[in-house]
Structures are given as C-alpha cells and as structure tokens.
C-alpha cells in the first residue's frame, strides 16, 4: 500500500520531528510512506470570511496538484466521521482488498480545507471535536495508521 499524507504548513518543532520520524521507521514494513509538506498561504491574524476561503482555496490548489486520479482520499476535519482505531484499520484492509492501494489523507492549514478539497476527497475523518495543531496531528495520524496495520496482521499493541 502506498500511502501518503499531505499536508499543509513546515514541521519545526524537533519533538514532532523526532516522533514523526520513528513512526515513519516503523511503517517500512507494513506500505510505502510519504509525507508531502506544502507551502501554507501567508494571511494577516485578522481575515475575512472571503479571504478565509481565499486563503483556503490557494491552500487547495496545491493539495489538489499533488493528487492523482486513482488516489483514495481521506481528508482530516473537525466535521469528519470519528471511528475507532479497529475501524479505520477495517477501511484500510477494505480499501487494499479492492484495489485502491494509493491513499492520501490530508491535513490543511490553520484554516481547515477548501470546499474543492472536501469535494475530492472520498471520506473524511475526525480524531476529535476538539482543535489540534496541525503538525500536531501529522504525529497523532502516523501513530494510528501504524495502529492500523498492527491491528490488520492481528499484531499485538497496546490497547
């Protein structure tokens, strides 16, 4: 499986690094994995709702270049379907099964993601109601695709 997370906005901080890059160690064995960073739009604190969508819509575009046609899109946002680790590791082992072994989750910037990339994608997810930094997430999201794979190959991980 090949799966890939783009994503909007640089990693600093070096303890996400340092996280990020032990989950990406440990998915070697289980699909090929990629990381696709994208420029984040640069917008003054104080924006309005139509250069809110602005900002969201040349975010778009760029997640949207980096998107082929046979990709199974999961795009992350506070308004996605929240599932159990068990299910979204069922979802990935269906997606394999039937031939969709490019999968793409996305994770826009601090505004959220554009209504052209919601449109695209072919699912949408939610760890939470709550907000989180979106490098943040890029951790928590490795994690539970390595989760996913543990519990696929009926592999034993903390519960």
């Not at 090949?2 to 989950?23: A, C, H, P, R």
């Not at 975010?59 to 270049?65: A, F, W």
């Not at 299910?87 to 490019?102: F, R």
């Not at 919601?118 to 695709?145: A, Y």
Request: overall charge positive; glycine content about 6%.
């Amino acid at each position: 499986m090949n799966i890939s997370i783009i994503t909007i906005g640089k990693l600093k901080e070096k303890y996400l690094k340092q996280g990020i890059d032990e989950y990406l160690k440990r998915l070697t064995s289980y699909a090929k994995m990629e990381i696709i960073e994208l420029p984040d739009e640069k917008a003054p604190e104080n924006l309005s709702e139509i250069e809110m969508e602005q900002v969201k819509e040349k975010e778009g575009e760029r997640i949207l270049s980096k998107i082929s046609d046979d990709t199974h899109v999961i795009a992350l946002a506070i308004e996605g379907k929240m599932k159990s680790s068990e299910q979204l590791a069922k979802d990935l082992d269906q997606l394999a099964t039937y031939g969709k072994s490019k999968v793409a989750f996305v994770i826009g910037g601090s505004l959220g993601l554009s209504s052209a990339v919601m449109k695209r994608s072919n699912d949408s997810l939610s760890f939470s109601k709550m907000t989180f930094p979106h490098q943040l997430m890029r951790l928590i999201l490795l994690e539970q695709v390595y989760r996913t794979f543990r519990i696929n190959r009926g592999e034993p991980y903390h519960k």
